[in-house]
DNA sequence: TCATATTCGTGAAAAATATCACGTTATTCT
DNA sequence: AGAATAACGTGATATTTTTCACGAATATGA
């Protein structure tokens, strides 16, 4: 295990990062459902379909400290980590492509609890420009320049088709955006310093009928 | 490492299989939009941002073999990985909750690229039942039962608002459904045999702010 | 044809991750 | 108050995954 402590910033096992991101869901789900303070690595880990192990040994990184018998509790865990996660910090995104995927995105009332805000979608259909989704004017992408500088937006998700997609990214690039949220199936070819994050769905669904062929073997 | 070969199905560190539904989708990509037959891991690499070693490594619990100078010969390696993950096995999926993401599912044209089809659209509300959705009728609730018999369907999409998500859940399970497709943001409790697939998107856009959180750290 | 330059294939080593085991601590009950 | 019990915290161990290093194979060009 090698672990640095830089600038006072802790740095975890990846594999634990992603599950923070796990227990950081279901602890404000349940802030928001339930009115208990308290909770067992044992029930987390019957929600997350992991170990209680587990659980507590990637608690063991965070400051918060569970009391036997009782567990951990909530607003604090939850506390460290929207602390971690930025989730008070503000970052602008803008949605390219106002199809059924973008209008989605762009009603998402989930986005404040990661501290996250739309500002502005997109499209090139002179059809749709100017049309409202939720509370945004679709605009046209000459506009994007503009509102990019305008709100410091360093996010993007681009919502085009697949053969839209590659161009679109080097658009964004071009008016300097620094992360691409991908929800086309497109695979994007970007410089290295652009983070890409791919949503592409039916990766999902392969896991699924993997699983599903795997179960249908055992059981035959 | 500890595989095991049983009925003739090689089974792959879960690492792996995670990496083979990229090469897929890469693969899949390129036969598509260019004319060539071979590549190099060092190709496939730079596009899925790993080392051309993982690449080869992943490839070695294939059959496909590569040449050296050469590189893979494309038609063969995704046949494989087509075999594999049975996209010539169709699988039937409902979408429930006709919303702007139900929608865009239905719409979705790359679902017979992995070997899925969508055969039925659900949504409780009076007002959108009887409207399509490309060339599917949206269907009360109550013809749960009939389709999802009708047509063995397995796999269920949710796409319903959080609160609405784990009754939708139960009630789908009780009607047989084996595999859910979670595109909401609550973390459902079901029992143990049934598959969950969360696609929860915000965990992708809480990488994103870590990673750029990160680098801001690390220019300073 | 032979030398050279690439690129593949894959054991071995290193690193990351998960599981185990058990001491510690808080609560509950008598 | 003291004993019993349940659950946390974490070092040690086991497992999984990635990286390394190098021999083997293939194309290219003199």
Request: proline residues 4%; aromatic residues 8%; glycine residues 8%.
């Amino acid at each position: 295990m090698k672990l640095e402590e830089r600038k006072g910033i802790l740095k975890f096992p990846k594999a634990t990062f992603e599950r923070l991101k796990l227990y950081h869901a279901l602890l404000t789900q349940i802030r928001l459902e339930e009115k208990r303070e308290y909770i067992l690595s044992e029930e987390i880990a019957e929600a997350l379909r992991i170990t209680p192990e587990q659980v507590r040994k990637d608690f063991s990184f965070l400051e918060t400290n569970g009391k036997p018998k009782v567990g951990y509790y909530i607003p604090e865990l939850l506390g460290e980590l929207d602390e971690l996660f930025g989730t008070k910090e503000r970052e602008n995104i803008i949605i390219v492509g106002a199809g059924h995927l973008g209008k989605a995105l762009a009603n998402y009332k989930g986005f404040k609890d990661i501290g996250a805000q739309v500002v502005a979608i997109f499209d090139n259909d002179p059809e749709k420009i100017g049309q409202m989704v939720g509370e945004f004017m679709i605009l046209p992408l000459k506009d994007l320049p503009r509102v990019i500088r305008r709100f410091k937006v360093k996010i993007a998700a681009i919502c085009v088709p697949e053969k839209a997609a590659q161009e679109v990214a080097d658009l964004l690039v071009g008016y300097g955006i620094k992360a691409i949220w991908n929800f086309s199936t497109k695979i994007l070819d970007l410089p290295d310093d652009i983070i890409i994050q791919n949503e592409d769905i039916t990766r999902g669904l392969l896991g699924i009928k993997h699983m599903l062929a795997e179960r249908a073997n055992i059981e035959r």
